[in-house]
């Protein structure tokens, strides 16, 4: 296994469609599994997908592994999904700060779904599915988007609410500005 450079913006890769995995448990899943799950804690984010480290298939990860810190005061516990599909639960839309690691430094505003039902396949092609709310959530749509070819910034309504993750800091402190879920 190997750290992997991360693509950033800009990088057309993450705005192809990514295509879906037909073999499981192959030799070829697991090393880009594990390069994934290596780049991740490397990067310190809560999810990466395939395309992030120039691969377009549907792989996604998230959460957190046992002993790691948990700021998000939520349970999302560790997992490789592929072929994901999401199906909305609850359509009420929640504005909340969202960073990737394609984007660095920066954050932005955006509508997800409160609750959700996700399914796909674990690496051995066995059938998985959980429920996730709030930011949980918030993390599959934001992770399955980029299967899409689709980066946070392009769901930013209003771009005043897009900005350099330290700015929009300062500004919340400031302002009293609380607009997160
Ligand atoms: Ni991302």
Sequence with gaps: MSIRSISKMGNLQLAEPSIPI????????YKLIEDMRET????????????????????????????????????????????PII?????????????CISVPELCGLVSRYKKIKFSGFDPEGNPI?????????RVLQHETDHLDG???????KDLRYFGFQDEIIERIRKRNEVITD
Excluded: C, H
Excluded at 88 to 96: A, F, H, M, Q
Excluded at 130 to 137: G, N, P, Q, V
């Design 22 to 29: 037909t073999q499981f448990g192959t030799k070829e899943l």
């Design 40 to 83: 991740m804690k490397v990067e310190d984010g809560i999810g990466i997908a395939a395309p992030q480290i120039g691969s377009n298939q549907r792989v996604i990860m998230f959460g957190y592994e046992e002993g790691e810190t948990n700021p998000s005061g939520q349970s999302i516990p560790f997992t490789v999904l592929i072929n």
């Design 87 to 99: 199906e909305v639960l609850d359509d009420t839309l929640v504005d909340g700060w969202e960073a």
């Design 129 to 137: 599915s959980a429920i996730a709310e709030d930011y949980y959530a």
């Design 150 to 156: 689709i980066l946070y910034p392009q769901r930013v």
